[in-house]
């Protein structure tokens, strides 16, 4: 590689201006989600673990729980430690998304639309619109160790573990930043960079996993530590850092190395190939389509069948541990005991177990359902969709396509997520036949739900495209908050509590399933799309410029 100079990076500075400007809604989206997640979660288990003992005997069952121990690492007894525990792992995958968005947005997004072939025209040097998305990403990292850091704050924790925690999320998020910024030399499209960025975490999550699964635990019981494999992933050096229970920043420093060693490989590899091509060469597709692609139902099938099989993958692994967990809740006593059954509205724990589970496992099969959806959006401004009309495929025949594939993928993603569930369960509990069917109908009547949210998006996305990537997620993220997961223990007015469309959802297994709450949802979610089809009819699209 030749030697840089300042030429190579001039007009940075304008572009990370533009670059900025025009990430200031999704990124300040991508902060509030994240800090009200942290926030709320922080104060449920401050609230539902306040009593010592208790909180010791869940971070026992979690510590010396082989399958727990995938989601991460306990440090002993404290509720930051706790929360980390079960939440570490989204935030960083989170962070991580936002990081790999924001740089491929500004990069090879810009190539593929033809946006960088006109900027490049200007007095632009040859790495300066990948340094702005490289900038842009990482102060949107560093802002989010304090956003963390705050929210973790606000329920009365440790100030130097809060802000911690914030920074080992943050720092799987600058290492993203690298990532994306190689995927994006080694691809020729947005999907391609997205694709590998997101195959190289699940391998992290992997890595991480097996290093925590197979490590030890102390003879008290409540802390891991991680056998070698968690050391070769970002995600485990964020683990590492033990923000409530040692407090060891050194393995930080691991992720600001690799985020050096990949920004110069980007900018080698980058130096290797032509504006708008990727190092890698193109699959060329079959010269005749299969019969399936020839509607839009089987075309948005094939688009999103990939995000599809990930969800499907990470929901059975995690029906599977939960389900193991069943032998440790059903000898709960005390608190710990009296919140789960608060929570799930029996006096029966292991059911009122279930039920909670279930519940927030609609709410995570709602969000695979807003990412699908907001497809539509991608489709409208990227020009696909005007192919599609081209052909003679309606608007509605269009936005149909688009609405099975959620309602059926919400459909399977619940099944899977039940059956891996009730097949652990039934090893410790018996009946496993019987566990399958109470679970998957319980999951299934989830579903209305479920729809609720997606014809929000629909709705949304018709009648304000512009702004329907922000308002869908915000949406998201308030129904999860006002929702049965959290609106309980954050002490929210029923009113705001009833506004999430999962706190009418049956409370199954534990409850019988009646047809009422699940009629209405649904007729709210079908009015909700039947708008969005009639806006949807009546305004002009939002072509590419």
Known sequence: MRTLTTSDFAGTARLTRLAARRDLYTITAWWAGLGLFVAATTAMFDDSLAVHEDLVRETRIVATNTGMRLLGLTSGPTVGGYMLHREYVTLAVLAALMSTFAVIRHTRQN????????????????????????????????VLTVVLGVGILASGQPVEGAFLAGASVAAVGLVWVGVAAVTCQLSSTTRGASGMAAGAL?????????????????KAGLRVTSDWPAWFSPIGWGQQTRPFGGSHWAPLL???????????????????????RGLWPERHGHPVAARSLLGPVGLTWRLQRGAFLGWAVVLSMFGLIFGNLTEQIQDLTGNA??????????????????????QMTGMFVA???????????????????????????????????????????AAGLVVLFAVSMALTTGQVLGDTRGQVAGLVWAGLAQLPGVLVVGASVVAIGCATPRWSVPVSWAL????????????????LPTPVQDLSPFTHGPQAPA????????????????????????VLRHRNLTLPA
């Open 511 to 534: 409850a019988a399933i009646t047809a009422g709450p699940i009629l209405a949802l649904t007729a709210v979610a079908v009015g909700l799309a039947v708008t969005g089809l009639l």
């Open 476 to 491: 998201m993220l308030s129904m999860l908050v006002a929702g049965p997961m959290f609106g309980p223990s954050l002490n």
């Open 254 to 276: 691991l992720a600001l190395l690799a985020l050096v060693v990949l920004l110069a490989a980007a900018v080698a590899l980058a130096s290797r190939r032509d504006v708008g």
């Open 337 to 358: 005991k009296d919140w789960w059954t608060q929570v799930g509205g029996t006096d029966q724990v292991v059911e009122a177990y279930q039920v909670s589970i279930i």
């Open 367 to 409: 969000i695979y359902v807003v990412q699908v959806l907001l497809r539509m959006r991608v489709d409208e401004t990227g020009g696909t969709l005007e192919s599609v009309l081209a052909t003679g495929v309606t608007r509605a025949g269009w936005l149909w396509g688009h609405l099975v594939n959620a309602v059926l993928g």
């Open 202 to 218: 699940a391998v992290a999550f992997v890595l991480s996993g097996i290093g925590n699964m197979a490590g030890s635990v102390d």
């Open 111 to 142: 190539e593929e639309l033809g946006r960088a072939e006109m900027l490049d025209s200007t007095v632009v040097g040859r790495y300066a619109g990948l340094a702005a998305g490289v900038l842009v990403a990482a102060a949107a990292d560093l």
